[in-house]
C-alpha cells in the first residue's frame, strides 16, 4: 500500500517537464501512461508519476495536514502509566516517543521534498497547464479500481498553500495562459473513473 501522485501536461510539454525535473532532483519525475489514473487525465496528455524512493509516500505525507493521531494516543499512554501532566508534555516536546527515529531531522527532511514538489508544480505551471492526482493504491497502479473523485481547478498559488487532498482531480492552468478546463470538458464535478 503506496501513495502515488499522476501528474499530466500537454503532450507537447514534455520537454519542458523533462527540463524542470532535473533541476529538482529530490523528486523523481517519469512518463508513466499505464496506471489506472491516467484514465482521469486530459486526452492526449502525457502522464507522469511523481515520486520519491519508488512511490510518493514521503510526498504525500509531508503535504497532508498534520496527524496528532500518534501524539494523542502516545500521551494517553503515559497517562495511564500515571505520569503527571508536566512530565507527559516534556516527554512529547522532547519526541521520546518517535521510535528510534530523530523526529525534527524526519521533518526537515519532508520538508525539503514537499517544497521540491511544490517548486516543481509551479515551475511547471509557469508555463503549462497541468493535472494532478494523488491516491493511496492498495494494489497495482495499472489495475487498481479508482474511487469516484472530485475535480477541481486552482490557480497554482492556491495549490502551494493547500495540503493537496487525495482522490481529486487537480486542473492548474499555466500563469501565462487564460485555460478553462471546463471549456475541455473537464468540468469541476464528479468524475468517474
Given at each position: ?115 521540491a514538489f511544490r517548486a ?19 494494489g497495482a497502479i495499472a ?44 468540468a469541476a464535478a464528479q468524475?468517474?473513473?
Amino acid at each position: 500500500m503506496c501513495w502515488y501522485i499522476t501528474m499530466s501536461v500537454p503532450r507537447t510539454h514534455t520537454s519542458l517537464v523533462e527540463r524542470i525535473a532535473k533541476n529538482h532532483p529530490e523528486v523523481e519525475v517519469r512518463l508513466s501512461p499505464d496506471t489506472t489514473a491516467a484514465a482521469l487525465c486530459p486526452g492526449g496528455n502525457a502522464v507522469y508519476l511523481v515520486t520519491r524512493g519508488g512511490c510518493s509516500c514521503d510526498i504525500c505525507l509531508a503535504v497532508s495536514p498534520p496527524d496528532t493521531t500518534d501524539t494523542e494516543r502516545h500521551r494517553a499512554k503515559l497517562k495511564n502509566k500515571g505520569w503527571s501532566h508536566a512530565k507527559i508534555e516534556r516527554a512529547i516536546s522532547e519526541g521520546s516517543f518517535t521510535k528510534g527515529r530523530n523526529a525534527s531531522l524526519r521533518a526537515d527532511s519532508f520538508q525539503i521534498v514537499v517544497n521540491a514538489f511544490r517548486a516543481l508544480v509551479s515551475d511547471i505551471a509557469a508555463t503549462s497547464p497541468l493535472t494532478l492526482f494523488r491516491h493511496m493504491y492498495r494494489g497495482a497502479i495499472a489495475t487498481e479500481q479508482l474511487p469516484t473523485v472530485v475535480a477541481s481547478s486552482l490557480p497554482v498559488a492556491d495549490f502551494s498553500a493547500s495540503h493537496f487532498p487525495p482522490d481529486t482531480v487537480v486542473h492548474i492552468g499555466a500563469r501565462s495562459a487564460n485555460l478553462s478546463f471546463e471549456a475541455d470538458g473537464f468540468a469541476a464535478a464528479q468524475l468517474k473513473p
